[in-house]
Structure formats: structure tokens, C-alpha cells
């Protein structure tokens, strides 16, 4: 009896994954999309996925700037090859979106603290006020959470960098934490011994540059917007109020 449960859980569960993928183009495909419209041939843009509709297609299209990139969402339409930027919605008024890429969110976690039964996950910047003061409020009052921390220095933070870097050399999660807390409650200024020369950027090692784009990479695939940013575990954007509420219950 158990075997034949879990076989046809087995077959449900790839009979999902097949409904979930049946209108996702095949990557091999994009040339020809981009062929459609000019703007999409503009080497700044670069398409990462597709869902085919009837008349049209939903494109998750990376945009590229000396800022930094972001995920944008446009609509190709089929008959006349017009693009439309923006958000798309069903006709229920839903907002149509790309199923979130698991393994680049995770790739970008820096350390992960607590053992609670709820995971969430945090893009932060230690050198952002709002950040900081969601540290101080959240400080002790997150017990029923796992937290996977993801390091994201704003552009605009010139020091940011450097305290990410100082933070990343903690020899294992329990160290990058206790760094990451004294920056962010305890104001700690030790990272200040990475910086040669303050009146230049900040030159990350190889290895700090190798989880800068990695932590991109995630901010960009949840779509982030500012920080502090919160998620859950399935990686929908979830507010402060709603995980102390949450955790006071």
C-alpha cells in the first residue's frame, strides 16, 4: 500500500511540474524572439524566460546598467510583434509571474542563523539606517525562524562594501553572524582595516567579488526593490509587520 502511495504521489508530482513548464520557450528559441522587435536586440537586454500564450509572449527580460541590472517584465505580441513593458496580469487580475529560480536565491546566502520551522529570507545592506533599525527591532525576536541572510551593498553605500567583505571573511556562519551584528547593532568599525585608500572605491578580493555577483544575481531574481527585503519560503516578498506578527503568535 505504501509503495503504491508513493507512486502516484511520484506521478502527481511530475504531472505538476509538467503543467507548471508546458508554456515555458525553450531558451533555444529566444534568438527568434529577439528577432521580433529592435529594442529587444538591444545588447543591454537580455531575455532569461518566456511563457508562450495564445496571442502572445510574457518575457522576463534582464535590463543592464552601470547601476547595477534588474528583471523587467514585457508582453511580445505575436500578431504584430509589439512590445509592451511593464507588468502583465490575467483576466482574473492576477499578476503574471515567473516561477523564481530556487538554486540563484540560495546561491546568495551569506549565512543562515536560527532554527525555527519558518524560513524567510533577507537581502540587506549593513551600512542601510532602515536595515539597521530592522536589525535592533528584530534583535532576539525571531525565534520561530530560520533566516538566510543575503548581503546586498546599495551603490550609493560607500562603505557598505567594504563591511560585507569583512563580514564574508567569518570562518563559518556562527563568526559571519557575530560580524554581521556588530556592524549592524553594535556599530562596529573593524571592516574599516579592509580600506586602503577611502577616497577610492572599494577593491573587493577575488573572493568578495565572487559573492557580489552571486548576491546580484539573487536581489535580482526576487525582484528586489530596496532593503531591508524580506521573503518566504517560497520566495514572495512578505513585510516586517507580517513576520513579528507572525512570530508573536
Known amino acids: 500500500m505504501k509503495q503504491i502511495l508513493f507512486t502516484f504521489t511520484v506521478i502527481v508530482a511530475l504531472m505538476s511540474m509538467l503543467y507548471a513548464n508546458e508554456n515555458m520557450v525553450d531558451p533555444s528559441k529566444f534568438p527568434d524572439l529577439k528577432k521580433m522587435n529592435k529594442v529587444l536586440q538591444d545588447p543591454?537586454?537580455?531575455?532569461?524566460?518566456?511563457?508562450?500564450?495564445?496571442?502572445?509572449?510574457?518575457?522576463?527580460?534582464?535590463?543592464r546598467s552601470p547601476q547595477g541590472s534588474q528583471n523587467i517584465t514585457?508582453?511580445?505580441?505575436?500578431?504584430?510583434?509589439?512590445?509592451?513593458?511593464?507588468?502583465?496580469?490575467?483576466?482574473?487580475?492576477?499578476?503574471?509571474?515567473?516561477?523564481?529560480?530556487?538554486?540563484?536565491?540560495?546561491?546568495?546566502?551569506?549565512?543562515t542563523y536560527g532554527t525555527g520551522k519558518k524560513e524567510i529570507y533577507l537581502i540587506t545592506d549593513?551600512?542601510?539606517?532602515?536595515?539597521?533599525?530592522?536589525?535592533?527591532?528584530a534583535n532576539g525576536k525571531l525565534g520561530d525562524y530560520t533566516?538566510?541572510?543575503?548581503?546586498?551593498?546599495?551603490?550609493?553605500?560607500?562603505?557598505?562594501?567594504?563591511?560585507?567583505?569583512?563580514?564574508?571573511?567569518?570562518?563559518?556562519?556562527?563568526?559571519?553572524?557575530?560580524?554581521?551584528?556588530?556592524?549592524?547593532?553594535?556599530?562596529?568599525?573593524?571592516y574599516t582595516e579592509l580600506i586602503k585608500d577611502a577616497k577610492k572605491p572599494f577593491v573587493y578580493s577575488a573572493e568578495g567579488q565572487k559573492y557580489k555577483k552571486i548576491s546580484e544575481a539573487s536581489a535580482r531574481e526576487l525582484n528586489m526593490r530596496g532593503t531591508p527585503a524580506l521573503y518566504d519560503a517560497d520566495?514572495?516578498?512578505?513585510?516586517?509587520?507580517?513576520v513579528f506578527k507572525s512570530n508573536s503568535k
Open 44 to 63: 543591454v537586454l537580455t531575455i532569461k524566460g518566456a511563457i508562450e500564450k495564445p496571442e502572445s509572449y510574457i518575457l522576463k527580460l534582464e535590463a
Open 147 to 190: 533566516v538566510h541572510v543575503i548581503l546586498f551593498p546599495l551603490s550609493f553605500h560607500k562603505k557598505s562594501p567594504a563591511m560585507v567583505e569583512w563580514i564574508m571573511m567569518g570562518k563559518d556562519d556562527a563568526q559571519k553572524k557575530e560580524r554581521f551584528e556588530e556592524v549592524m547593532l553594535k556599530g562596529s568599525t573593524k
Open 74 to 111: 514585457a508582453v511580445l505580441d505575436k500578431k504584430t510583434s509589439e512590445l509592451y513593458i511593464g507588468s502583465a496580469y490575467d483576466k482574473e487580475g492576477k499578476m503574471i509571474e515567473f516561477p523564481k529560480d530556487a538554486n540563484i536565491v540560495k546561491d546568495g546566502v551569506a549565512f
Open 126 to 137: 549593513p551600512e542601510c539606517p532602515y536595515c539597521s533599525k530592522f536589525e535592533q527591532a
Open 235 to 242: 520566495f514572495n516578498a512578505i513585510s516586517q509587520d507580517q
